[in-house]
């Protein structure tokens, strides 16, 4: 119990050994971004491979290895965690709690995160390579035709789980127990909203995919047969158990990007967020449906035809929820006094592109449909929307949103705008070819294809390299903010932000709300 | 704190710093590592190479030993007053999510088994639009549970090593299912959940002798608890030995053997964990005098962990040795 006033500790122990939300925070989004640098980088040599066909850069196998590595740390090393660190510094200042509720698990959960992604990472040196059978690791790709380091995944799988279980936790506990007093569940900013349901999320589904790692590992090691055929088991076993973890975790991803964009284009509207509660149900409604939608990824697999039925209905439901979310956003700047800096410029991209995403994810979802899409790469640029310009752009909003009231200094606006503009192009040049070389039958995770994919192909991989190249923009202009922006020293850094959050100091003290705030009850929501 | 308080707020106590976080990370790390290399090098490698184990266990060592040091230190941190009531309930509500997410993992391993009996057996079997890969890969299999041939010996011959990539899966020759009526007393499980549902008596019984302030009845009746569960683990650890020493029952036997032991191996390692904590509450009240009668959270955390365990013997009771 310290003096009120006091900072962080000196050197490399405030990071080691913090138990402060804010630096923890930091941390996340720190390492996220490190991460989001990697996988990229493994995007550029897929792109670059596929720049034109025949085998150009990189043998087949090791191209196997960049798409499995490169989804893996994307989803669960750079927008899982950098989402973390976002709830992480936001969390406590928009609920007015003095920090999360179990600090010192906090920085735990946080620390386990690099060690196992090195483990991930150094599979790529090992024997036999990294795995190289996709993100989703389907058996028995994963274990009977697994590379020895298969066994390092399984285990730095265990640990990302073990640290997103924890998190979650922390998260549920903050929100429940440390709002200040007068603030009830539905005055609560949406963003926690959101939170709340993704840890819940998080809590159920990822033991389960614990589960699934440990029945390949007991499968690879141990003689069992859980998804051999040839002892009664079933590989197909593996995808319901994957997907019952993973359609559930594309929310766990998208939910977060929700609450932020009902925080930022609300601000720079200058209206309140227009259909607040159904905001809130409609999330709920999504995180329920997430759960019995699973098999949708599965329709090619040979389910019976109830199965295709259920699962195709159902996840059509989705698209109510996702719809009145979407309307709410547009209704929210109908006739409001609008104003396009960076943040709300990648809240309109978001907007625009993530509903394209939506759509395709309609279209896909349509099991007979689904038949000529499935494993092409209308896929790849479905998902690619929903998860850049879906999860990746808000949290650029976020992050150009925010960043004054984190560090006290203003960011460059010109280059944020720019970094905008070059990354909403370069995405779109990247991804939108990819719908029509999918339609037209080019498979994914392919290193080479038909020369009449050529064209689309190679401006696929011109729009990668630049959207990767605006992400180095991107890193010079936070760190030029931080080093030597404008300072800026209004509590309400934007004119339109509502929020506990723009009620401390700029830059936000080490501690805040050590005291709770008094909300107003006449407030409707903050 | 110096911090001028409202009136009525009892101040949220953050720790400054804590270096218990670095420590775990390192026993974990280091214990996952270890075994990750050992069991690799099982597999694929020279068996014996006994560095690995040793980093395992140093790693465990470190992590145990922090786990130690952490909950003696939130301990202390309680008894010293420095904990206030919207605290403790952050540690409800760390402990209820914490078992929700343990009761999802054993969601995973009994999904497995519903969708093997229910669905995916009955394809290999050659039953419905599923059923034609009887004929053209697993000829003459037939599906029933406990099964009792596995697909692979039902094809037979030196086609069967092939198709099982070099797998081999034999099935047990007796079951873990109910044989005979007439021998029902010998039967474990039985007696297992005869064990396992008093056990969750006696520990309520615990819980309101220390309500009543009564640490007598609190220390009988938690010994009892942790005693039952000393048995449970005595006779599953019997029932695995007669599972491989004399049924047939293994890792191998199929997938029957691997929904068995996975389901009732993680069921008793919750169960060495419950008993665990649950010894070491007795621990603590019996030589350092912990808790009170409003105030003993260690114990209804752990007694809540070992109601879990009880109801997870439930279904297992129900969906692997009775129906």
New interface residues.
């Given amino acids: 119990m310290g003096d009120h006033a006091h900072g962080p500790a000196k050197g490399l122990s405030r990071w080691l050994f913090t138990t402060n939300h804010k630096d923890i925070g930091t941390m996340y989004l720190w390492f996220s971004f490190a991460m989001f640098i990697l996988g990229g980088s493994f995007a550029m040599i897929i792109r670059a491979e596929l720049f034109q066909p025949g085998m150009q850069l990189v043998e087949p196998g090791f191209f196997n290895q960049m798409t499995t590595l490169h989804g893996l740390v994307m989803v669960f090393g750079a927008i899982m965690p950098s989402f973390v660190g976002l709830a992480n510094w936001m969390i406590p200042m928009m609920i007015g709690a003095p920090d999360m509720a179990l600090p010192r698990m906090n920085n735990w959960s946080f620390w386990i995160l690099p060690p196992a992604f090195l483990m991930l990472a150094s599979t790529l040196f090992m024997e036999g390579g990294a795995p190289g059978f996709g993100w989703t690791f389907y058996a028995p790709l994963s274990t009977t035709y697994a590379p020895p380091s298969v066994t390092f995944f399984i285990f730095a799988i265990h640990i990302l789980g073990l640290s997103s279980i924890m998190g979650s936790i922390n998260i549920i506990a903050t929100v429940m127990n440390m709002r200040a007093p007068g603030m009830s569940y539905m005055k609560m900013p949406l963003f926690v909203w959101t939170w709340l349901i993704t840890a819940f999320l998080l809590v159920a589904v990822m033991p389960v995919l614990a589960g699934a790692v440990t029945m390949m590992l007991m499968d690879i090691h141990f003689g069992t047969s859980f998804f051999s055929a040839a002892g009664g088991g079933d590989p197909v076993l593996f995808q319901h158990i994957f997907w019952f973890f993973g359609h559930p975790e594309v929310y766990i991803i998208i939910l977060p990007a929700f609450g932020v964009v009902s925080q930022i284009i609300p601000a720079f509207s200058r209206k309140p967020l227009f259909g607040y509660d159904s905001m809130v149900y409609a999330t709920a409604a999504i995180a329920f449906l997430s759960f019995i939608v699973w098999a949708h990824h599965m329709y090619t697999v040979g389910m019976p035809i109830a199965g295709e039925l259920f699962f195709m209905y159902a996840t059509m439901l989705i698209a109510v929820p996702t719809g009145v979310k979407v309307f709410n956003w547009v209704t929210t700047m109908w006739r409001g006094s609008l104003s396009f800096e960076t943040p709300m410029l990648f809240c309109v991209g978001f907007l625009i592109l993530f509903t394209i995403g939506g759509f395709t994810g309609l279209m896909l979802s349509i099991a007979p449909a689904d038949f000529q899409y499935h494993d092409s790469y209308f896929v790849v640029a479905h998902f690619h929307y929903v998860m850049v310009a879906g999860a990746v752009f808000s949290m650029s909003a976020a992050v150009y949103y925010w960043l004054p009231k984190w560090c006290g200094r203003m960011y460059n606006e010109t280059m944020g705008k720019t970094h905008f503009w070059i990354s909403f192009i370069g995405f779109n040049i990247t991804f939108f070819p990819q719908h029509f070389v999918g339609l037209a039958g080019m498979p994914r995770r392919i290193p080479d294809y038909a020369l009449q994919f050529a064209d689309f192909n190679m401006m696929s991989s011109i729009g990668a390299f630049i959207y990767g190249a605006s992400q180095i923009l991107f890193l010079y202009n936070v760190v030029a903010t931080i080093v030597s922006g404008k300072p800026v020293s209004d509590d309400k850094v934007w004119d339109g932000a509502e929020g506990l959050e723009w009620t401390v100091p700029t830059p936000a003290p080490y501690h805040t709300f050590e005291v709770p705030p008094k909300i107003d009850p006449a407030h409707a929501h903050t | ?6 009136p009525g ?1 009892e ?12 420590f ?2 390192i026993g ?2 280091l214990s ?2 270890g ?2 290399t050992g ?2 090098d ?3 490698g020279e068996p014996d190479q006994p560095a690995s184990w040793t980093v395992m266990n140093i790693g465990l060592l470190v992590f145990i030993a922090t786990l130690f040091i ?1 909950f003696r230190m939130a301990i202390r941190e309680n008894i010293a007053g ?1 904990n206030s009531a ?2 403790k ?3 409800v ?2 402990m209820f ?2 078992i ?3 009761f ?2 054993f ?3 009994f ?2 088994l519903f ?2 009996r229910n669905l ?2 009955p ?2 079997g050659g039953e ?3 059923g034609r ?1 009887n004929g053209l ?2 000829e003459g299999f037939q ?1 029933s549970w406990p ?1 009792t041939q ?3 010996e039902a094809v037979g011959g030196a086609g ?1 090593q092939v ?3 070099n ?3 034999t099935s047990a020759r007796t079951s873990m299912a109910f044989a005979e009526a007439s021998a029902w007393y010998a039967w474990l499980p039985l007696w297992n959940t005869i064990i396992l549902l008093s056990s969750s008596v006696t520990v309520h019984i615990a819980h309101m002798g220390i309500l009543d302030g009564d640490r007598r009845k609190f220390h009988k009746w938690l010994g009892l608890t942790v005693l039952l569960g000393v048995i449970f683990l005595s006779l599953q650890i019997a029932e695995y030995y007669e599972a491989y020493a004399h049924f047939g029952l ?10 068995f ?2 389901l009732t191996g993680f069921h008793g390692f919750h169960v060495l964990m419950g008993t665990t904590m649950l010894g070491i509450q007795l621990l603590r009240s019996m030589r350092g005098g912990h808790f009170t009668s409003d105030d003993h959270f260690g114990f209804e955390a752990s007694s809540w962990y070992w109601h879990f365990v009880d109801v997870v013997w439930v279904f297992l009771f129900l969906f692997v040795y009775i129906l």
């Avoid at chain 2, 704190?1 to 409202?6: F, R």
């Fill in positions: 704190m110096t911090a001028q308080s409202s707020h101040p949220y106590y953050v720790p400054e710093q804590s270096k218990m976080a670095v775990a990370t974990l790390v996952v590592f075994a990750a069991i690799n099982l597999t694929f952490w420095m919207q605290l309930k952050s540690y509500l760390g999510w914490f929700f997410s343990e999802m993992f969601v995973a391993f999904g497995a969708y093997v995916a057996g394809w290999l419905g639009d599923g890969m890969l697993w599906f099964m596995t697909p692979q069967s198709i099982a990539n797998g081999s899966f293994t890792l191998n036997s199929g997938i029957y053997g691997s929904t032991f996975m």
